[in-house]
Nanobody, 115 residues
Framework: QVQLVESGGGLVQPGGSLRLSCAAS????????MGWYRQAPGKQRELVAF???????NYADSVKGRFTISRDNAKNTMYLQMNSLKPEDTAVYYC?????????WGQGTQVTVSS
């Protein structure tokens, strides 16, 4: 049973930066494309960015140029570097495979962008 644990969230001012981490209990990054998702209050969960097994990446238009997804296969860890954060980036951030699997959802990590 694979477990994904997100960390690195917090409260940051607009324009600030955070780096999220996703630690996997197994070597799934070599098998699945992986993504970062977020869910803001009252909104549906959305895919923010994903990275394919081969390493190519894609981003939602709302975060393109500000967020960078990466992974370290040796550490079974995926990252999301978030720069120039905006209040509309406030959400709980989750990692999962892409497409997502119901049994991979973790607790997420809260990101709050506010002055």
């Amino acid at each position: 049973q694979v477990q994904l644990v997100e960390s690195g969230g917090g409260l940051v001012q607009p324009g600030g930066s955070l780096r999220l981490s996703c630690a996997a209990s197994g070597s799934i990054f070599r098998i699945y494309a992986m993504g970062w998702y977020r869910q803001a209050p009252g909104k549906q969960r959305e895919l923010v960015a994903f990275i394919r097994v081969g390493g190519s990446t894609n981003y939602a238009d709302s975060v393109k140029g500000r967020f960078t997804i990466s992974r370290d296969n040796a550490k079974n860890t995926m990252y999301l570097q978030m720069n120039s954060l905006k209040p509309e980036d406030t959400a709980v951030y989750y990692c999962n495979s892409r497409p997502s699997r119901d049994d991979y959802w973790g607790q997420g990590t809260q990101v709050t962008v506010s002055s």
